[in-house]
C-alpha cells in the first residue's frame, strides 16, 4: 500500500465526515423549524424535513458502502 492512497482515503474520508456533519445540523435545523411552525401555528404541518433526512441519510448510506476502504480494496 502506497502513501498516496493511504492520503486519499484519509481526505475521502474526512469529506464524508463533513458532509455527514452538514446533514445532521441541517436536519436539526429542519426540524426545529417544523417544530416551532406546527406549535406557534397551533397545527401540524407536513414534515417537509423528511426529505433531507431520507434522501441525504440514503446517499450517505450509498456513499459509506461503496468506500472501497470499507470494502478492504488498496485502491
Do not use: C, H, Y
Not at 11 to 29: D, E, H, M, N, Q
Not at 44 to 72: C, E, H, M, Y
Amino acid at each position: 500500500m502506497s502513501a498516496n492512497s493511504v492520503g486519499s482515503r484519509s481526505s475521502g474520508g474526512l469529506a464524508r465526515r463533513i458532509v455527514t456533519i452538514a446533514w445532521l445540523v441541517i436536519s436539526v435545523v429542519q426540524v426545529v423549524i417544523w417544530l416551532l411552525m406546527s406549535v406557534l401555528g397551533t397545527s401540524v404541518k407536513g414534515p417537509f424535513w423528511l426529505w433531507t433526512i431520507g434522501i441525504g441519510g440514503a446517499a450517505l448510506l450509498v456513499w459509506r458502502s461503496l468506500d472501497p476502504a470499507r470494502r478492504g480494496g488498496a485502491e
